[in-house]
């Protein structure tokens, strides 16, 4: 059965330096929960404390309501697959995938079917006889995601099993594990640096930075609704404008762009002063008609990818922008060194004071 996972207050110290800074989260049973972040930002250490690998400095964990603290990995109830995969090279498909059931000493008929079952869900049952030397990289990886749903784990644990994989099979696998999660309804928690991954996999993702949660949400609303710049950059692409506010009544505020542009905002509070405008490409659409609420720039260069235009243009002020306009909203592409217009829905962006808090 599918545990609920709690995590209070957790820290993790290497001498004076805190890898894990106090984070508190909870992770629903049978859900597909995401650890994002860039690199160092305390994710794996985090994954590696539920597992049991590393040891826990401050806080505790929860499977349901049971304290695992002081549980050993092996204790724990957990399957584990790694970014190297680290299957037995001496062993074959099957017998790779029987070893966690030998463990807990079950045996056959039980046994011979449950690897049988395994190795069915991640569609490799043909290569049972197979060593790990005669398989691909993505296969491997079907081998290591079998050992660890054979076992029937309450939490099933990821730490980044994709990134070894060229980008087609990434796609290929990502659909495979959360076919798999949805199937099994096993509560897994997945590592990642990539965000597009992250997006596509994830029921909830906790995106984090120098050991700390800067938000929790579902994948649309972390890239629709990001709390602080950080995500906002992070996920996906933003483009950044410094703006100022004049905001006493936050219904009916007005953002200020250089020196000719004014755009009629609503606030979530009372806000006058500096602040930092992060727009989509996406979010941007180009004009040429000039408006009050529009922002002239001049288009620098246009990449044309399929389904959609990428455009880099300057405005006056200097800012770099990056605007995407879809192939089927536009018959032409716009030549370089013409100018135009931007404008924006204003309910879509989101807009940050200068510590960071959002005021959109």
Not at 121 to 131: D, S, T
Not at 225 to 233: S, Y
Not at 253 to 280: C, E, H, N, W
């Amino acid at each position: 059965m599918s545990h609920s996972v709690r995590i209070k207050d957790a820290v993790k110290k290497y001498g004076d330096f805190t890898e894990v800074d106090g984070i508190t989260m909870d992770i629903h049973s049978g859900e597909f929960f995401t650890l994002l972040g860039p690199s160092g930002c305390g994710k794996t250490t985090l994954l590696r404390m539920i597992a049991g690998f590393n040891t826990i400095d401050g806080g505790e964990i929860y499977f349901d309501d049971k304290r695992i603290n002081n549980v050993e990995a092996h204790k724990r109830d957990t399957g584990m697959v790694f970014q190297n995969y680290a299957i037995f090279p001496h062993l074959s498909v099957e017998d790779n995938v029987a070893y966690g059931l030998k463990a807990r000493k079950i045996k056959d008929p039980e046994l011979s079917d449950r690897v049988h079952e395994a190795l069915e869900l991640v569609q490799i049952e043909k290569l049972a006889k197979r060593l790990p030397n005669e398989l691909s990289g993505g296969q491997q990886q079907r081998v290591a995601l079998a050992r660890a749903i054979v076992i029937e784990p309450g939490v099933l644990l990821m730490d980044e099993p994709l990134s070894n994989l060229d980008a087609k099979l990434r796609v290929q696998m990502r659909t495979i594990i959360k076919r798999l999660q949805r199937r099994l309804g096993i509560t897994t928690i997945y590592v990642t640096h990539d965000q597009e991954e992250a997006l596509a996999i994830s029921d909830r993702i906790a995106v984090m930075k120098q050991g700390k949660i800067m938000q929790i949400g579902e994948p649309k609303d972390i890239y629709l609704h990001p709390e602080n710049p950080f995500v906002a950059n992070f996920i996906g692409t933003s483009n950044f404008l410094d703006v100022d506010i004049e905001g006493k009544d936050p219904n009916n505020a007005l953002m200020k762009i250089g020196d000719d542009t004014r755009v009629q905002m609503k606030l979530t509070r009372s806000y006058s002063g500096p602040a930092q405008l992060s727009v989509r490409p996406e979010q941007l659409y180009l004009t040429f008609e000039e408006s009050d609420d529009s922002l002239k720039a001049n288009v620098d260069i246009s990449v044309f990818l399929g389904d959609f235009i990428e455009y880099e243009v300057t405005t006056e002020s200097g800012a770099v922008l990056q605007v995407n306009q879809y192939t089927k909203d536009s018959n032409e592409i716009i030549p370089d060194g013409e100018t135009v217009y931007l404008k924006f829905r204003h309910d879509l962006v989101s807009l940050y004071d200068m510590e960071g808090n959002v005021l959109s």
